[in-house]
């Protein structure tokens, strides 16, 4: 909603400037024919024409000027409208992608310019009708489920990251000097970052195919998210790269509860939550690899009961469990990312369609680019606990 907000701000001020140039251009218009008028008169008298002449060439000047002022403010506002579409706009605007594209999707890119699916080839002339594709079926991702997210208008995140603290607050007697507490920073600033990808698909299998543009959408959206993922988790702030939740995490403290020795995972999970706890946080999510994870669903003991049943809930401690390829097998982090946390984006996901890209016209392909730019802020990476799993004795 704010985005849509400021889309129509922009789009109001940009019409404000428009409005205000045609009027100027109207003006300038009407003291030119008022001018050549003047003009005509002297001409057909006899009299001298000549300064009347130089005020008509300033009156064309100017004019040509406005004209083209307006004309570039036209180009400028055309083009922030087709940079501010939403997907779903700018899908229901082209040939058969408005029915099927939901607003927001992703896609992964790959080159597909026949009619043949791996060994199966269609006929000449056949039109694949009323059944259609079958769509398989896709892992669940909830990262973007347990961390808060945010838009921005900013090229750059700047922010504040905290990176001490010494709390001394005390009883302070009557007229006693108050005890100071400490409290440090690290500035950082970290640009968006952009993840795209592309792909090329013939138009005669856009429109040969029933719902071969819903099933290349909902394979790539899945592609791309699985990336997605990977990099906040694993991006580690360089240039190019997302400063990711590993990157700005706390190593795991086995020995954070006072007598205990964890013997497996969720001994593990328990002592990192008590470790955020310590860092006067509060731990909101588990994530781990979805093969650590299915382990523990299928642990037993000797007499062949399950375990963990809550964990097969996809909870530990009665948090969230975040299943992941994305994550290192072995690994696992408990985060505090409520308050702590937040992945901004940059005006959403963003997809253009061209049919002019490279050969695409000779070849009568449709180049279908999306991209998104994001990038993650974390204030206390004490809040973040990753390490490895404790693998239990045989």
């Known amino acids: ?27 300038a218009q009407k003291e030119m024919s008022e001018k050549l008028a003047v003009f005509e008169e002297k001409k057909a008298s006899g009299e001298d024409v000549a300064d009347i002449q130089a005020r008509l060439k300033e009156s064309s000047e100017e004019l040509t000027k406005l004209g ?12 922030r409208s087709m940079e501010n579409k939403s997907a779903g706009r700018i899908m229901a605007e082209q040939k ?20 043949s699916f791996g060994n199966v080839t ?53 007229g006693a000097i108050k005890p100071q507490s400490e409290l440090t920073f690290t500035g950082k600033t970290m640009p968006m970052v952009k993840m795209a990808h592309m792909f090329r698909v013939s138009e005669e299998t856009l429109d040969d195919v029933d719902q071969m543009e819903s099933y290349i959408n909902q394979r790539g959206l899945y592609g791309l998210m699985l990336k997605e993922e990977q ?65 523990l669903d299928l642990e037993k003991d000797a007499d062949g009961n399950y375990l963990h049943p809550s964990f097969s809930g996809n909870t ?33 996901i963003e997809i253009r ?18 991209e998104e730019r994001l990038q993650l802020e974390t204030l206390r990476p004490e809040g973040i606990i990753y390490g490895a799993l404790t693998v239990p004795a045989p």
């Open 1 to 27: 909603m704010a985005l849509d907000l400021e889309i129509k701000e922009a789009v109001e001020v940009v019409s404000q400037r428009m409005s205000a140039k045609l009027a100027e251009i109207g003006t």
């Open 68 to 79: 083209e002022t307006m004309t570039e403010m036209q180009k400028k506002a055309s083009a």
């Open 96 to 115: 058969d992608f408005g029915s099927r594209l939901m607003s927001g999707e992703r896609m992964e890119m790959k080159d597909i310019t026949t009619g």
């Open 122 to 174: 269609m006929p000449a002339g056949l039109r694949r009708t009323n059944r259609g594709l079958i769509e398989p079926l896709t892992q669940q991702l909830y990262l973007r489920d347990v961390l808060p997210g945010g838009t921005t208008s900013a090229a750059v995140v700047e922010y504040l990251q905290e990176a001490g603290y010494t709390n001394n607050a005390a009883t302070v007697a009557e």
């Open 231 to 295: 990099e906040i988790l694993n991006g580690d702030g360089t240039s190019g790269r997302i400063d990711g939740v590993i990157a700005n995490s706390t190593t795991y403290v086995g020995t954070t509860v006072p007598g205990v020795t964890p013997d497996n995972a969720m001994d593990d999970i328990r002592v990192a939550i008590a470790q955020v706890a310590e860092a006067d946080l509060m731990a909101s999510t588990v994530i781990m690899n979805h093969l650590d994870a299915a382990a």
């Open 316 to 348: 530990a401690w009665g948090l969230p469990v975040v299943r992941t390829k994305g994550l290192a097998q072995g690994n696992f982090i408990v985060a505090g990312f409520q308050g702590n946390s937040m992945l901004w984006q940059k005006k959403g």
């Open 353 to 370: 369609r061209s049919t002019e890209d490279r050969d695409n016209f000779q070849k009568n392909l449709v180049s279908i680019l999306l």
